[in-house]
């Protein structure tokens, strides 16, 4: 296992926008913290373009019928088909779903991407969140948050989670 300090990947699936414009704001503030973060847009990406991060943050909507924005879907695939992580392996993950109340399948994008993370052996840093672009506060009470695991996990390797 590397040394921290890690290095983290913030990706964003988005398809009208908005969640571009949410993972965009969080790479400032994570940059701000002087931590080590490459910002990506998700379109024709897959898992292992990111195997030499130890840190990936998510941040997507969701589309069709739960289903995850089309610059997404190839990543989402990839994660779906990889092999659980190795033992000694440690990966962290982080999640922010962004979605509409309306829809029957309120975020579910976020909700599959959380199983597949945990499935595949990654560690959350942080309780998902689901909710609306306009949940402005809520958004912002999430990010402070991260923001402080993050601090731990990517400078302190012993002082983060459990
Ligand atoms: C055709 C369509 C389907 C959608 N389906 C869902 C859905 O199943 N669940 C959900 O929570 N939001 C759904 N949404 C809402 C979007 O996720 C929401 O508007 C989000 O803010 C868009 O973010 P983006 O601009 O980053 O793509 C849908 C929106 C559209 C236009």
């Not at 030499?52 to 909507?61: C, F, G, N, P, R």
């Not at 979605?99 to 309780?127: L, M, N, T, W």
Request: some cysteine.
């Amino acid at each position: 296992m590397k040394k921290p300090p890690y290095k983290i990947a913030l990706l964003f699936g988005s398809q009208s926008g908005k969640t571009a414009l949410l993972a965009k704001s969080l790479y400032q503030n994570i940059l701000d913290r002087n931590l080590p973060c490459d910002l990506y847009d998700l379109e024709g990406k897959v898992l292992e373009d990111f195997k030499d991060y130890e840190v990936i943050i998510l941040a997507t909507s969701t589309y069709g019928d739960g289903e995850p924005p089309d610059n997404a879907t190839q990543f989402f695939q990839s994660l779906k088909g990889s092999n659980p992580l190795s033992l000694g392996e440690k990966k962290y993950y982080a999640l922010i779903g962004i979605g509409d109340r309306f829809y029957p399948h309120f975020c579910q994008a976020a909700v599959d991407f959380d199983q597949e993370f945990k499935d595949r052996g990654f560690q959350a840093i942080s309780e998902t969140f689901l909710g609306e672009f306009q949940e402005q506060e809520l958004i912002e009470d999430w990010t402070s948050n991260l923001l402080y695991h993050l601090d731990f996990i990517v400078l302190n390797q012993t002082s983060g989670l459990e």
